[in-house]
């Protein structure tokens, strides 16, 4: 906020934001351990293990006749040819669980970004992708390739966005442009982790040289991997993509870190009680760790673990629900069980717009699966419309919301002083009967209390007075005082050259500068 | 929604309600077990009680010259008359817990309302008490007696509210009128549990008169008690109230279930430190527990544990922040810990209006009380403007968000059914590769998914067509239509007269009935 020329809103809460924002991110810390919240007994996490074992066992997953399914058979795995299955006996799943990464660094462009997946280190952050915008002026549109990068720009000041993946579908761009592209207006945009997919197998190499050129060398990206990968490599119930797959291969080949994302729909796509969900997205994720193990052991790999849910009275995908909240906390406690890093998705809502129901379902599905310890939270930010739509001004609010989760994770500190026995006897024998001025409260107030960013605390009077926002309206003008405002330079001159000589990229420069911005912006 | 004679909002999701509303309940039980979130380790609740003992018998409670202190006392407390201070020493304490209640009824006027607080069984409901309302015009006024009467209609009709805690001050009456009148009010309008306060001492007798006259007898409500009180009884910090002390003085006599409220702001009327205003809270809470079992051992006593905090930037009272979800949090943790049946506050917003804010902070505080096991969890429907509004709209979206989080409470079943092990051999080798059909799917779309009565899941094109409500919109003709029509007949007409025959109700039987209402209503 240090940058406002343009701030609209008057008064105290502006003051207020200021005075407190150096300290916000050591009160509410990205990377918070979590995992006070435990949705299911040891014993039913265990059985959901063993019952995942024997999916893989008996009933096996659906792969075509590829590399893939060849590394299977040699290993050792039983292939029935004429159903084009492959049975995972639980031996192998044991090994890859003795050689697979328990910790994954996804590092940011500059440390204080750094994302050290494992245990129940929680991390949240944006997710993808969108084919709709409902931009600053209430209208909806097609996505295209520089709203990743002005979304970019956006989540670079949002304290409480902890990673950048991709948000939008490039629409304007043809597949084989989009790789490059989109990889490239992220990581124009912000020093912040980014990941993304990629369209083409063929396309990985030039992304991972790109990612050389901008960490230095190939040794500096192998030391801390400034991009990531997601490969949906499953179509559940229990089956390989098989195009995704050799994205995965190429993943791999190249020293990229990997999300294996497998999204079931309870219901739909997996069973309709929500325990036979976990068991069938586990046997899937089990798969993909054995078969990842099975290339190069202990490659930086993280689950993805992506369970949603079906409305059954209309079939469609819901994200918004108690249901759905359950499954990704669940998720969370059976990779800590595991010693899987993990990312799965929360913070989504159906509704189409920054309403009442949006700020309900994102924090009752974001703060479940952060309490539960989830390590990277995707869809966390942004999100509209079940995975729709994206919203600029929903990217600031959600990063307040993100802000008071986060200080949950972070927790209560029990300790002598903070137990403040002595305190409450002075003030009560000695002193004024209230703490208001006590030398406790004035050292812990910046260090114990976040104060949000939009989140209205005034009296009616002084909020009708200051024009009635509601928290929409309030985040919209933030939205544009950052993006009319925060333009980072992420590459030098030199470097952004290079690239553009390299590769084919598509976001003009033109765009890249607040000269005549708000006018291509709202259009 | 069997009602709905004045829907305006067309098409499916009315479809859709009606015929999931019979099994809702089962869904997202009352009383569901919560408890697997704990925000403190047992060792830090064991340092926190310790810490409280040293508090009572160090710095001891305020307590001015009374029967209360003559009881303290003659239990062996040593008291110092020079300031007024009491000390409890730890055998007190014991002793106190030795004999007191664990498990407390608050009983419906029929039993499917029954609250059995202990444990970690979890219920919602409405707190007090607002002094605005905002109306359905979205205009603020001043609140009256018969809204407590039209809130507690609305609430009779809204599942995933538990209990009636009277919501508003009647402030179009005289303190000696209030007592017996927002019982009345209260009382007319639902079959739930009603809760609420006496201003005057002298006033508990008659309504305990007024209670045994509608429960049938003194037996019959000794059995099953429809009222109960809350007594804030405290100042905090650590000083008691000597003219709350009086009402709850009356109320044990009158063998009225009664729940002791302290209420300290955080950095303001205790300590700064998190761990430090539970310390306080605890404290004051077992001096409470402690006089109560010295007057009648085993007591239904209920803890209220509210502890808030205060905006360090204003010094003003924020019910909505990630700190506050973790102080009731945590309440509810050390509550099971001691065994004690708890209230406490979530469910709060900051906003002023229904808005994204409020759906955040309503959310977050909620969840966290909730998966925490808090036993009665009060305020968490109908407030807005941290606590001094009510609007009716707000009831009927926290509904919704209440049902989403009790469907979370009752968290995931796992069992050989539930694990579907066979149910995913069977679509993926024999089946159509989908579980849409499945037998399992159908037999459980209406007992493991509770679907939303407010909360909008159709696609954007839908929900343009049917007009682009927000949440707030959609929830005002919900209660419109409800308040329209749910005139429920609590009282026989025998009953209501002789009750208007021994008190002075100053509601007017033409407020309780549907002619002209709306003419009444909206004004």
Known sequence: MQESKVARRPGRRNRENQKTSESKSSVAPAGAMGGRYKPLLDQEVDRIFEAALIVLERTGIEVMESPCRETFRKAGCRVDRDINRVFIPPELVEKAMNTMAHEVLLAGRTPEHDLNLGSARVYMGTGGQAVKMLDLNGNVRETITSDNYHIGRLVDKLDNIHFYMRPVVCRDLENEDIDVNQFYACLAATNKHVMANSYLPERVKDLRTMANMISGSAE?????????????????????????????????????????????????????????????????????????????????????????????????????????????????????????????????????????????????????????????????????????????????????????????????????????????????????????????????????????????????????????????????????????????????????????????????????QPDGFWDRFIS
């Open 220 to 512: 500096a990206f192998n030391k801390r991997p400034i991009i990531s990968f997601t490969a949906c490599w499953t179509v559940s119930p229990l089956r390989y993509a098989m195009e995704t797959v050799e994205v995965l291969d190429q993943a791999i080949e190249h020293d990229i870190p990997v999300v294996i994302s497998s999204a079931p729909q309870a219901g739909a796509t997996s069973p309709a009680a929500l325990a036979g969900t976990l068991v069938q997205l586990l046997a899937e994720q089990l798969s993909g760790i054995v078969y990842v193990n099975l290339i190069k052991p202990g490659f930086p790999l993280i689950m993805g673990c992506v369970p949603a849910q079906a409305d059954l009275r209309t079939g469609a995908f819901t994200g918004g629900s108690g249901e759905f909240s359950l499954l990704n906390a669940a998720c969370a406690q059976i990779s800590q069980h595991l010693r899987i890093p993990i990312y799965n998705s929360s913070g989504i809502s159906d509704s189409k717009i920054p309403d009442a129901q949006a700020g309900a379902e994102k924090s009752l599905t974001g703060l479940a699966a952060a309490l539960a310890g989830s390590n990277y939270i995707h869809h966390s930010a942004g999100f509209l419309e079940s995975l729709l739509t994206v919203a600029y001004e929903q990217y600031v609010i959600d990063n307040d919301i993100n802000g008071a989760i986060m200080r949950m994770v972070r927790g209560i500190e029990v300790n002598d002083q903070t137990l403040s026995v002595d305190v409450i006897h002075d003030v009560c024998t000695d002193g004024p009967n209230h703490f208001l001025g006590h030398e406790q409260t004035l050292n812990l107030m910046n260090t114990e209390y976040l104060y949000p960013q939009l989140m209205d605390r005034a009296t009616r009077d002084d909020w009708e007075a200051s024009g009635e926002f509601d928290l929409r309206q309030t985040a919209i003008v933030q939205a544009k005082e950052l993006l009319g405002n925060h333009w980072p330079k992420i590459f030098t001159d030199e470097l952004d050259n290079d690239l553009r000589k390299r590769f084919n990229i598509l976001l003009p420069k033109s765009e890249m």
